[in-house]
C-alpha cells in the first residue's frame, strides 16, 4: 500500500536519538522594544540569539516557546537582521532563514508574556540578549521571577550577552545574590570598547564585566567576539551574540538530549 501524502509530510525530517518519548520544552526570553537612554535608538534583542539556540533546539525535537516580559510584539535589533542596508549581520544565514520564513516570524508578532505562564510546564529557561536588555532586564521583576523560579527549581539556567543584565540585581528567595560565586560570562569590556569605538560614543549604560565583579562573580571571557559559554553547575552563561549556539549546545548536554 503507498504511503499517503500524511506520512511523506511527518516522516521525512531528520532522526535524532533521544532518551525520553516526551519532548522537551524550553522557554526563550527575548526582550520587548525599548529606547537605548544613551544613544536614543530604538533597540530590541539581538537576532542571532534566538534564532541560532532556536534552530540548536528545534534541530533535537525540543519544543521552544518564544516569551517576552511584557508580551506582545517583539523587534530585531536592526544591526542584528541580516537584510538591514548596514549588512552588519548579513552573513548569518540561520536568522536569513527565519526571517523568510512566515511562520516562524509570526511567533514574533504576538509573545506570550512571561508573567501568564506556567513555568512549571518548561525544562530550562534561556534569555537572549541584545541592547535593549541592557536598559530594561536589570531591574525586571518579571525576568527576575522567571530567573529564580528555574534556579530555584535546579533546572537548566542559560542567559547570555547584555541579557546577563538580569544577573546583576538578581537575589534568591533566601536574599543571597545568585552570580556570588559562580563563574559567569557575558559581554566583555573588549567588546564594549570595540562598539563604543565604532559608534563614537558610550552606548551602554553600565559595564556588565566590571558590575559582575562587584556582585561577586568569578566573571571570564574568551577573547574579543570569541564564541564562549560558561557552565557553572545549573547555570550557563555565553559571552555575546556568537554565543548563542555554544549555550544551546551546553544545554543539550545538561538535558541529557
Same mark, same amino acid.
Given at each position: 500500500?503507498?504511503?499517503?501524502?500524511?506520512?511523506? /509530510?511527518?516522516?521525512?525530517?531528520?532522526?535524532?536519538?533521544?532518551?525520553?518519548?516526551?519532548?522537551?520544552?524550553?522557554?526563550? *526570553?527575548?526582550?520587548? +522594544?525599548?529606547?537605548?537612554?544613551?544613544?536614543?535608538?530604538?533597540?530590541?534583542? =539581538?537576532?542571532?540569539?534566538?534564532?541560532?539556540?532556536?534552530?540548536?533546539?528545534?534541530?533535537?525535537?525540543? !519544543?521552544?516557546?518564544?516569551?517576552?516580559?511584557?508580551?506582545?510584539? @517583539?523587534?530585531?535589533?536592526?544591526?542584528?537582521? +541580516?537584510?538591514? +542596508?548596514?549588512? =552588519?549581520?548579513?552573513?548569518?544565514?540561520?536568522?536569513?532563514?527565519?526571517?523568510?520564513?512566515?511562520?516562524?516570524?509570526?511567533?514574533?508578532?504576538?509573545?506570550?508574556?512571561? &508573567?501568564?505562564?506556567?513555568?512549571? !510546564?518548561?525544562?530550562?529557561?534561556?534569555? &537572549?540578549?541584545?541592547?535593549?536588555?541592557?536598559?530594561?532586564?536589570?531591574?525586571?521583576?518579571?525576568?527576575?521571577?522567571?530567573?529564580?523560579?528555574?534556579?530555584?527549581?535546579?533546572?537548566?539556567?542559560?542567559?547570555?550577552?547584555?541579557?546577563?543584565?538580569?544577573? *546583576?540585581?538578581?537575589?534568591?528567595?533566601?536574599?543571597?545574590?545568585? @552570580? !556570588?560565586?559562580?563563574?559567569?560570562?557575558?559581554?566583555?569590556?573588549?567588546? !564594549?570598547?570595540?562598539?563604543?569605538? #565604532?559608534?563614537? $560614543?558610550?552606548?551602554?549604560? #553600565?559595564?556588565?564585566?566590571?558590575?559582575?565583579?562587584?556582585?561577586?562573580?568569578?566573571? *571570564? $571571557?574568551?577573547?574579543?567576539?570569541?564564541?564562549? *559559554?560558561?557552565?557553572?553547575?545549573?547555570?550557563?552563561?555565553?559571552?555575546?551574540?556568537?554565543?548563542?549556539?555554544? /549555550?544551546?549546545?551546553?544545554?543539550?548536554?545538561?538535558?541529557?538530549?
Amino acid at each position: 500500500m503507498p504511503a499517503t501524502n500524511e506520512q511523506i /509530510v511527518t516522516d521525512h525530517h531528520m532522526r535524532v536519538d533521544t532518551i525520553s518519548s516526551k519532548p522537551k520544552k524550553v522557554l526563550i *526570553v527575548v526582550s520587548n +522594544p525599548a529606547v537605548a537612554s544613551t544613544v536614543g535608538w530604538a533597540v530590541g534583542f =539581538w537576532a542571532a540569539e534566538l534564532t541560532h539556540p532556536y534552530y540548536e533546539l528545534t534541530e533535537r525535537g525540543v !519544543e521552544v516557546t518564544i516569551a517576552s516580559p511584557g508580551g506582545g510584539k @517583539v523587534e530585531m535589533d536592526a544591526l542584528s537582521d +541580516p537584510r538591514d +542596508p548596514s549588512k =552588519w549581520s548579513s552573513e548569518d544565514l540561520i536568522t536569513m532563514g527565519f526571517v523568510n520564513t512566515p511562520e516562524l516570524m509570526a511567533l514574533l508578532e504576538s509573545t506570550p508574556k512571561l &508573567a501568564d505562564l506556567d513555568l512549571d !510546564e518548561f525544562d530550562a529557561i534561556m534569555v &537572549a540578549g541584545g541592547l535593549a536588555p541592557m536598559f530594561t532586564f536589570r531591574d525586571n521583576e518579571h525576568v527576575h521571577n522567571a530567573l529564580r523560579h528555574f534556579y530555584e527549581a535546579e533546572k537548566p539556567t542559560c542567559i547570555y550577552c547584555h541579557g546577563t543584565a538580569a544577573l *546583576v540585581d538578581l537575589t534568591l528567595s533566601d536574599g543571597s545574590r545568585l @552570580v !556570588e560565586g559562580k563563574t559567569v560570562t557575558g559581554f566583555s569590556n573588549l567588546e !564594549e570598547d570595540y562598539s563604543d569605538s #565604532f559608534v563614537g $560614543q558610550r552606548v551602554m549604560p #553600565f559595564r556588565l564585566e566590571d558590575t559582575l565583579k562587584e556582585r561577586g562573580a568569578n566573571y *571570564v $571571557q574568551g577573547g574579543l567576539f570569541k564564541a564562549f *559559554v560558561v557552565r557553572d553547575g545549573r547555570l550557563i552563561t555565553g559571552q555575546q551574540q556568537y554565543s548563542g549556539r555554544k /549555550v544551546a549546545q551546553a544545554l543539550i548536554e545538561a538535558l541529557g538530549i
